[in-house]
């Protein structure tokens, strides 16, 4: 049978989803136990694959196993061995030939900025401090980078992506008291797209930056022309899109969950 779960995760702990030899990471926690609850080996492919550090409040994963096990198994009892740290949120029976990467028409993040010059040490664990942001500008500066185009000036060096070209459905940064979001969903993102772009536009927004640059530096296809890459902490991946699915939708990060839900953005 053929499952999809949804799954909720603090990444601090962790260097990043994809198992490793030597470092923790998401996916080896989450393959641990749910290979116990399957009494079998099982290997998971994700939608995303996060960096060390970056959260999820609804990253989807999928697996295929030779047993059949309640719904609530593969939720209740997998969260009873993950650490702390990960938590399945719901599970569904899928398709065959559903495949929680390859299937997916989008994905959704979330980055949040906490606009205050006061250190906060829990706040500080889930956002990027920075003051002074203009994030009217921001907004402004982020509208040319809609829409299907080379983004090889906002991916890491180290990206293993045979085409730097993808195609963002939409993108908004905006201010909800002392947190502002930067919003954007894309088919798929380029390895630390987001957080490039984050970087890049908090320049637009501390003036550093003309917000006109943005959509210049992307025809540039030129990394070193943009910012530093934005730090990972602030970074969370909150929904995937599947056609015909009609899964749980995803929650908010910790320091918005007062607003609601994600239609509030």
């Not at 902490?233 to 995937?240: P, S, T």
Request: aromatic share 8%; charged share 20%.
């Amino acid at each position: 049978m053929n499952i999809a779960l949804g799954v909720e995760y603090d990444g601090a702990a962790y260097s990043g989803w994809q198992r490793q030899k030597h470092a923790p990471s998401v996916q080896a926690d989450l393959e641990n136990a749910i290979s116990q609850v399957a009494n079998h080996p099982v290997r998971v492919v994700a939608a995303g694959r996060t960096d060390t550090g970056v959260h999820a409040t609804q990253q989807v994963v999928s697996f295929a196993c030779r047993v059949e096990r309640p719904l609530k198994a593969w939720r209740d009892g997998v969260n009873s061995l993950t650490s702390k740290g990960v938590k399945v949120r719901w599970a569904a029976a899928v398709l065959d030939n559903f495949h929680a990467r390859y299937s997916a028409t989008s994905r959704r993040y979330l980055y949040l900025f906490r606009i205050s010059g006061a250190p906060a040490p829990l706040s500080d664990s889930l956002t990027w401090r920075v003051d002074g942001l203009d994030v009217d500008a921001m907004h402004r500066s982020g509208q040319g980078l809609i829409g299907e185009h080379d983004f090889t000036t906002f991916r890491a060096a180290g990206c293993q992506s045979a085409s730097a070209f993808r195609c963002i459905h939409r993108l908004s940064v905006q201010r909800f008291g002392e947190i502002a979001i930067l919003d954007v969903q894309a088919n798929a993102f380029l390895l630390h797209m987001v957080r490039n772009i984050a970087g890049a536009l908090v320049e637009v927004g501390r003036a550093k930056r003309d917000p006109a640059s943005i959509t210049e530096c992307l025809l540039l296809k030129d990394r070193s022309s943009i910012g530093k890459t934005a730090p990972p902490q602030g970074l969370y991946l909150v929904d995937v899109t599947y056609p015909g699915q009609s899964f749980p939708s995803g929650t908010l990060p910790p320091p918005i969950q007062g607003l609601g839900s994600l239609d509030r953005l």
